[in-house]
């Protein structure tokens, strides 16, 4: 097993595999995001099904590959995020096609308002960083011992800021906002996230033994800007 302070691993295909799947997760969770759904009083996003995949996911990247690939990663779905969004933009604004009736659906599902993108950027990358960044520093205090524990509490934080500080932002001030919303938003996240921890366990046994990596941030840089 390779430990900090010894050199970086390279990349391989499995880490090339969770990354498309990290990546994949965002844009979905961020075009099914404008269906709201609800059982009783519960109203939330329909991404609250496959967001917190890529929590799961991030989880998985931080704690077989370190914060580092972690933090790449996470660079990598905001930058491919936004290549989704300038190009449905794009499309929006390019004219239809006389027999096609489509244009008030495209702009209501892929139409994005400068609000609602500040609030889904700022969002994520403080969310993902703060997953990441308690993720490693635990293991590091926990000698890499009960996984379960550092999943959790990532989750319960990454996912609070990410859901509180997009909700405040795309949503405060209009007649949709409740802060029950960021309650019940937040919750399921979480919920999915301990029920998943099974499978978390053995993603990441796994990624251990066929990579031969167990990565420790001893000597991290956790500046999330540090390229």
């Not at 075009?31 to 329909?46: C, E, H, L, N």
């Not at 370190?66 to 491919?80: D, E, P, S, V």
């Not at 995020?81 to 244009?103: E, T, Y």
């Not at 029950?180 to 029920?195: F, G, P, Q, R």
Request: aromatic share 16%; with cysteine; charged share 10%.
């Amino acid at each position: 097993m390779v430990s900090a302070g010894l050199k970086e691993m390279k990349s391989t295909n499995r880490l090339l595999v969770i990354a498309a799947v990290f990546v994949t997760c965002l844009i979905t969770a961020n075009i099914i995001a404008v269906k709201i759904i609800s059982y009783g009083r519960i109203v939330v996003p329909a991404a609250v099904i496959v967001f917190p995949v890529s929590y799961i996911f991030g989880d998985i990247l931080t704690e077989v590959y370190g914060f580092r690939w972690a933090r790449r990663i996470i660079w990598l779905g905001f930058g491919c995020n936004l290549i989704f969004v300038i190009f449905a933009w794009v499309g929006g604004l390019l004219p239809s096609a006389s027999f096609w009736g489509g244009q008030s659906a495209y702009q209501s599902i892929l139409g994005y308002t400068p609000r609602l993108l500040l609030a889904s950027f700022s969002g994520y990358l403080l969310g993902e960083f703060a997953n990441s960044f308690i993720m490693a520093r635990m293991k590091l205090a926990t000698g890499g011992r009960w996984l379960w524990t550092r999943t959790v509490s990532s989750t319960l934080v990454g996912q609070g800021l990410d859901t509180a500080l997009f909700i405040v932002i795309a949503f405060a001030g209009t007649p949709s906002y409740t802060p029950m919303l960021i309650l019940y938003h937040w919750s399921a996240k979480v919920l999915i996230e301990i029920l998943a921890t099974p499978l978390t366990y053995q993603a990441v046994g796994y990624l251990k033994k066929a990579e031969g990596i167990d990565y420790f941030d001893e000597r991290t840089d956790f500046n999330p800007f540090a390229f």
